[in-house]
């Protein structure tokens, strides 16, 4: 994701799920109940989110990053 770039529009989970960061920056998470949490990524870090979740993510940071979200199926 490049740097400001809006990466995820009204994303919705329903199950479970991690994600991997791949790389350094930061993204910004907008969750549907006007909350947002600031994440820093760091390559190797990881974190578990519990569903349901429903957000926007914006790359709030000045470099690109990249993650993996796997999602459990139940």
């Known amino acids: ?3 400001s770039e809006m990466c995820i529009r009204d994303s919705r989970h329903e199950l ?6 791949e790389s350094e920056g930061t993204l910004t ?3 549907a109940d006007g909350s947002t949490k600031e994440f820093a990524y760091a ?7 519990k ?6 993510a914006v790359n709030t ?7 993996y979200e796997i999602e459990y199926k139940s």
Request: proline share 6%.
């Open 16 to 21: 479970d799920y991690v994600v991997i960061y």
């Open 51 to 56: 569903a349901p979740v429903e957000h926007n």
């Open 61 to 67: 940071g000045t470099t690109d990053i990249m993650g």
């Open 43 to 49: 390559p190797g870090k990881s974190a578990s989110i």
């Open 29 to 31: 998470s907008h969750f």
């Open 1 to 3: 994701l490049v740097g």
